[in-house]
């Protein structure tokens, strides 16, 4: 091969790569959030897992892609990790498409694909169908790339040295690690195949010789999800294991196969003449016997996974953390919308229960007239800044990357429920700071006061509650209860109002007491306000059409 040669296949392998990428990201924006809706109704039994794995990888051709999104998936708590058996099972099907459209020569009308693509990309405005678009044209782009790396591979035919070697190797494994290795390097299954078929092609290797550099790359596509795991919880690690005990049963399986039976020579007879097809067949033929051989033991490869990566015991974790904001490949997208909007829902749940601990416990400081727990406080609210900033920053980081419309207003959404929290956090600290002054000062409430404090904190409890997360799926009862609880704490404050002027004027009030709590009321129906806020927020969110 001349060094013209060898750039034609790096660009023809950029270009299939390229290719996946941008029907991966078609598929992403165009679907958004709604990929997890569409998996949560898809995985409910093995059988449908399968088929969604299946259909998913088939329409953006990258298995790596599907395992990816289910290793993000399993670690934002979106999908169990027997429910990602099934699913990477039906991955592993779907990858063979690639191949089979190749041997069905569909190359052939890739330019017109892709300019059809293309040209609605460009000049259609509506934006679904401008993302459909990037799946076709990804495509189109994807086998004018698989041709320019089958025509690079031409001059090979004439190199003695290469067409001994991939013809003559006797030891199986050999062709499985040169399979895995190269696979393991590019990060694309689909690629690798469609090289290998591209090989075949030209008759510089045998089917014999071929199937175990196939089985080799089905172990070697695993590389991609081990990478993507780096930095996850363990059972989304658990996702990984997986992928690779069904490779690696799958390649011993029809190893074994290979080595006793007339497996290859049945595979030639079926497409004879014709080593791209047969290529493709063994593809289509390993993943699909390999699934229907293990489909009833996916529970115990679950359990297995569980084994081999058991959870960690307790150890001490930093004081402040994100529990469950993750790192997410980027390289492959799809899915990335539904795995950041859980993950932020999730930090932003765990945020408000620190609030309303904070809040609960200033009110307590004021109500007992102790400020014993002053330092704990001071860091539960350290902690709600701390939140406030890191779950910020991360959606800052995310909103620079293209998504689904939907899906950034309600990123942007949560942008604006975070200051709320953190401002109604920043508010429990003032009423803590009325208490050590009080303590400081002397200044004590009377029962009655503190009656009214009680209920105080148990109507800002209340309001917290409202908005609780779990609770987004009613969005219109979650408003009308928090917009009653709101008014509620307005009228509470405007009667306690009324009645500390009667206390004052019957000389039963204090100056500094009467300060105290005037500031206490404000604090308190401001924790109403932002409560409100939020709860709107969220209503904004849901409803708004985009």
Known sequence: ?????????????????????????????????????????????????????????????????????????????????????????????????????????????????????????????????????????????????????????????????????????????????????????????????????????????????????????NIGTCITAVLASIGTKVNAKRTTVIHLMFNIIGTIIFTVICLLTPFTVFMEHLTPGNPVAQIANVHTVFNIVTTLLLLPFGT???????????????????????????????????????????????????????????????????????????EGLEQKEEYIDYLNAEVSRYIVSVMHHEMAAEDSVKISGYYKILGNLERIGDHAMNILGYAASMKKMGVVFSDKAKQEIAIMKGMSLQILEDVAGDQISDIKTMLEKTSRDEQKIDDIRNENLRQQMERIGKNECVADASIFFSELLTDFERIGDHALNIAEQYHEMLTRVV
């Open 1 to 217: 091969m001349e060094i013209s040669d060898i750039l034609k296949l790096l660009g023809g392998l950029a270009l299939f790569l390229y290719g996946m990428q941008m029907m991966s990201n078609g598929l992403e924006t165009a679907a958004g959030n709604k990929m997890k809706q569409i998996l949560e109704r898809l995985t409910s039994n093995r059988i449908k897992g399968v088929f969604a794995g299946a259909a998913i990888t088939a329409v953006i051709q990258s298995s790596s892609a599907t395992t990816v999104m289910v290793v993000g998936f399993v670690n934002s708590g979106l999908m169990t990790l027997n429910q990602a058996v099934w699913v990477i099972m039906g991955a592993n099907i779907g990858t063979t498409i690639t191949g089979q459209l190749i041997a069905l020569d569909i190359g052939a009308i890739a330019p017109l694909i892709a300019f059809l693509g293309v040209a609605a990309i460009l000049f259609v405005k509506n934006e679904k169908v401008k993302h459909i678009s990037e799946i076709f044209a990804g495509l189109g782009v994807l086998f004018i790339g698989m041709d320019m790396m089958g025509a690079a591979m031409v001059p090979l035919q004439n190199s003695e040295t290469f067409i001994h070697f991939m013809t003559t190797f006797s030891n199986p494994l050999v062709g499985i690690l040169i399979g895995a290795a190269f696979t393991a390097v590019i990060q694309s299954s689909s690629a690798s195949v469609g090289i290998l078929q591209a090989l075949a092609g030209t008759g510089m290797i045998p089917l014999s010789s071929a199937v175990y550099i196939l089985f080799g790359q």
């Open 300 to 374: 115990y490869m679950a359990r297995l996974a569980e084994q081999i990566l058991p959870d960690k015991q307790s150890e001490q974790e930093e004081i402040f953390h994100l529990e469950y904001i993750q790192p997410f490949e980027r390289h492959y997208p799809m899915g990335q919308g539904a795995v950041v909007l859980t993950q932020i829902n999730l930090e932003i749940e765990r945020m408000r229960k620190i609030v309303c601990e904070t809040v609960a416990g200033s009110f307590d400081a004021v109500f007992h007239d102790t400020v014993q727990s002053k």
